[in-house]
């Protein structure tokens, strides 16, 4: 599968050794990247907040620097 690093962030964490020892197990289980995990549960975060990723995503178009 090829993934298109220009709509891609990178974005650094450290984690607990257990957490990290989950996220892979569970990534072999269901056959998904971390990073794919990992962004449906910021999603899901996110959302149990009471904000939308749409009202994030439009934040952060408005600040981007123009050329």
Not at 23 to 40: F, G, M, Q, R, T
Not at 53 to 60: E, F, L, T
């Amino acid at each position: 599968m090829k993934v298109n690093l220009k709509s891609k962030r990178l974005f650094t964490v450290r984690l607990e050794e257990h957490v990290v020892r989950d996220l892979k197990l569970l990534s072999v289980d269901l056959d998904k990247p971390i990073s794919d995990l990992l962004a449906e549960a910021v999603s899901d975060l996110v959302r149990k907040h009471g904000r939308t990723q749409v009202a994030y995503s439009s934040i952060a178009e408005t600040k981007k620097p123009k050329k």
